[in-house]
Nanobody, 114 residues
Framework: QVQLVESGGGLVQAGGSLRLSCAVS????????MAWYRQAPGKQRELVAF???????NYGEYAKGRFAISRDNAKNTVYLQMNSLKPEDTAVYYC????????WGQGTQVTVSS
């Protein structure tokens, strides 16, 4: 069974940057889509960004211009570069891989202090 392992979360001040990584246990081209989601306390999980097997990229409205999703095919890793972080970006960030069903990572905590 495929495994997704996120890393790179932590505590950062507002205006700072973090880069999240999602290491996948098999080729990322096995999946139609790789994505990052986030879930803040008391809120629903929401899409941050996705990248399709064909390279199409899309972002949640709040991520446009600040976040960037990318992938390293050789390392089977997907990244999320987050810049100009705000306290409202505080959440657990999850990596997701979709074939027919979606597989989730365990999540990594991002905390942005004001």
């Amino acid at each position: 069974q495929v495994q997704l392992v996120e890393s790179g979360g932590g505590l950062v001040q507002a205006g700072g940057s973090l880069r999240l990584s999602c290491a996948v246990s098999e080729s990322i081209f096995s999946f139609n889509l790789m994505a990052w989601y986030r879930q803040a306390p008391g809120k629903q999980r929401e899409l941050v960004a996705f990248i399709t097997i064909g390279g199409t990229i899309n972002y949640g409205e709040y991520a446009k211009g600040r976040f960037a999703i990318s992938r390293d095919n050789a390392k089977n890793t997907v990244y999320l570069q987050m810049n100009s972080l705000k306290p409202e970006d505080t959440a657990v960030y999850y990596c997701a891989a979709r074939k027919i069903a979606t597989t989730w990572g365990q999540g990594t905590q991002v905390t942005v202090s004001s």
